[in-house]
């Protein structure tokens, strides 16, 4: 069974702190994505990284994927308010015609001001 | 353009009644999803149709659970008889799958769920 694990499970910091939360499999996925869920509403994607060792950022985000394709890592440079939330990474397999995404757990992030 | 829509937003219900939740998917999209969200298991995929046929509902908890897609711009999710261990947030999330890899890395849109608490 391919699992997805993240850490930590939550995470509570005051704004302008840096903050890195991990995505770790023992599985090769080809291709790992990142989604962001705020209270009351449904995840929305941040970002898809697809190649060993891809470095992605999204002004203050910056998403690595691991050189064997097993791993992710987000990194939020000074954090603010408005990066809380529920933090999911999800993978994507080779297998045929398999839409399954395989969902970690996901990080609680709590900016405070 | 419209997201996902679903219906209700919330829904108190007792033990033993027939539930039903409803997705309107983006226009467009040929990939329709049903998740269930719990702190304990997070997200879990309960079943998936592709062009209004299921393709995958290895995920459905039991027999009380069937979805139906009867066209591109609808989905129902029904629970008969719900119980309490149903309580939970349930999703549905579209996608599309045009681009490289078959579209298989394109995002999945959710809705803003239905929060479902069965007393």
């Known amino acids: 069974t391919q699992l997805l694990e993240q850490s930590p499970q939550f995470l509570s910091i005051q704004e302008g702190e840096n903050l890195t939360v991990y995505c770790n499999s023992s599985?090769?996925?080809?291709?790992l994505q990142w989604y962001r869920q705020e209270p009351g509403e449904g995840p929305v994607l941040l970002v898809t990284v697809v190649t060993g060792g891809e470095v992605k950022k999204l002004k203050r985000l910056t998403f690595q994927f691991g050189d064997a394709r097993k791993d992710s890592s987000l990194h939020i440079t000074a954090a603010q308010p408005g990066d809380t939330g529920l933090y999911l990474c999800a993978g994507t397999t080779n297998a045929g015609n398999n839409r399954k995404l395989i969902w970690g757990l996901g990080t609680s992030l709590a900016v405070n001001p | 353009d419209a997201g996902v829509i679903q219906s209700p937003r919330h829904e108190v219900t007792e033990m033993g009644q027939e539930v039903t939740l409803r997705c309107k998917p983006i226009s467009g999209h040929d990939y329709l999803f049903w998740y269930r969200q719990t702190m304990m298991r997070g997200l879990e995929l309960l079943i998936y149709?592709?062009?209004?046929?299921?393709?995958?509902d290895s995920g459905m908890p039991e027999d009380r659970f069937s979805a139906k897609m009867p066209n591109a711009s609808f989905s129902t999710l029904k629970i008969q008889p719900s119980e309490p261990r149903d309580s939970a947030v349930y999703f549905c999330?579209?996608?599309?799958?045009?681009?490289?890899?078959?579209?298989?890395?394109?995002?999945?849109?959710f809705g803003d769920g239905t929060r479902l608490s069965i007393l």
């Open positions: 999330a579209s996608s599309f799958s045009r681009g490289g890899m078959g579209g298989r890395n394109q995002p999945q849109h």
């Open positions: 149709f592709n062009n209004n046929v299921p393709i995958d």
């Open positions: 599985s090769v996925f080809s291709s």
